[in-house]
């Protein structure tokens, strides 16, 4: 049977489940229209865990049932793609392109892995953090791959042959932790984040701002990076203590790139005003949505005539547009889910359980139960789509701050570090051979549980 009859197979089978979901005795909190929620949702993670089409098509899968069913109009749904969180990613895609055509994404991460000598464990932390600030205003499957030759030249200087010495098992498994950890640090860094911000202003009405999510984030990267980069060490301790010449390799390719052209720091003095912009409403009185305005403006600037350094052509193939439709259909399936009522009946139905908890053991359930379902829905979309709603739910049962339960939501969906096919970097950097899907989940366990608890306790003691 080839892979399209079994795909088939799978949403015929889906769309019958859901048939008879919606024939199913549910409670009398439920609404016939909450109902058919259910099964439009369960007809969305099925899909998405199984990608029995395209994860993007899915989307406009959700958005299509709930017009054919009443949930929410075509307009309406169609217009979640065209939300203003999109712009942010817009706003990134078109930032690493200029970073990439001039090389300077590279030459960054050169500087950072240089900069930490020749001891093989610092090798490896420099790698990692190169990844992590990468991913932070990169998307992380091109952080990976920028990374990962520069990874393996250093491995191939210590001899690491795939799938014997831990020095490659080190290397690759935390460059795809180091993506997936540095995406978290900034909105532009994942869609996750942006996605989180655009539902924490829906249903709490609350606007956080690029700065104001740094502030939150970015201490949780500055830690995770290196606590994973040690407990991977533990893990799979590497044998050589040293690499001899694996400076140089980057020094090399350093030396090669020549100095700062003038474009180059065109496109550095862009990225920073960049950076001044997304920040800027949160230390002057600017206009609501500023974060989203802020956006257009840098994207256009990075193309404007004289004043741009790429053209509309060299980044319009670079741009993933099938992103926008993703987003589009998690914040539809997420709206549907709140307005037929089922964020609030599944809200009281954990409430009941949490009602005598701890603020802080709250916190750490949420995180928890969050950071391992990206293990089934295998997208960071997907996971942030799914639980941020029901985070600021909770948090309205239980008289808690929607806001921190919301970013919570959406932090420990990135924590995705158990299997391969969790998210791209963590496929991309499998795919170079160098260790096997059980050594990547036995780090991974250890990692995420670790993660887990750094989110809840620095959420619960420093947020405000």
Known sequence: MTKAHVNFLIIFGTLILAFFVTRLPFPSAFSQDAVIMVAIALVGAVFWITECIPISLTALVIILLQALFGIQDIGTGLGFIATPVN?????????????SKYELDRRISLNIVGAMGEKTDRLVLGVMLATGFLSMWISNSAATAIMLPIALGIVKMGNGAPGSANLG????????????????????GTPASSITIAFIDR??????????????????????IPLAWKLLLLTF???????????????????????????????LLLFG???????????????????????????????????????????????????????GGGLALGSGLSDTGVIAIIA??????????????????????????????????????????????????????PMRLGVVAGLAS?????????????????NAGYFKTYEMTKAGLLVTLVSVLVLATIASLFWF
């Open 273 to 327: 005003g960049a950076v001044v912009l997304w920040t800027a409403d949160s230390f002057l009185p600017l206009m609501s949505g500023w974060l989203y305005i802020a956006s257009v403006i840098i994207a256009l600037v990075f193309v404007a005539p004289v004043l741009g350094v790429v053209k509309w052509g060299e980044v319009s193939g670079e741009i993933g547009w099938d992103i926008f439709i993703l987003v």
């Open 237 to 267: 301790p590497i044998g050589l203590k040293r690499i001899a010449g694996g400076a140089d390799i980057v020094r090399a390719s350093l030396e090669e790139m020549g100095p700062l052209r003038w474009e180059q720091r065109k496109v």
């Open 169 to 188: 098992k080190v290397m690759m498994i935390g460059i795809a932790f180091a993506a997936n950890i540095g995406g978290m640090g900034t909105p532009a």
């Open 87 to 99: 712009s942010i990613i817009f706003a990134g895609f078109i930032m690493a392109a200029a970073l």
């Open 348 to 401: 009281d139905w954990m409430s009941v359980f949490l009602v005598d908890a701890s603020p802080y053991l709250v916190v750490t359930f949420l995180a928890f139960v969050t950071a391992f379902s990206i293990t089934f829905f295998s997208s960071l979309t997907a996971t942030s789509t799914t639980f941020v709603p029901v985070a600021i739910g909770l948090a309205a049962q239980l008289g808690l701050d």
């Open 203 to 224: 249903l709490a009405d609350i606007q956080l701002g690029f700065l104001d999510w740094m502030i939150r984030a970015l201490p949780i990267v500055i830690l995770l």
């Open 414 to 430: 990135c924590l995705a570090f158990l299997l391969p096919a969790n998210t791209p970097p963590n496929a991309i950097a499998y």
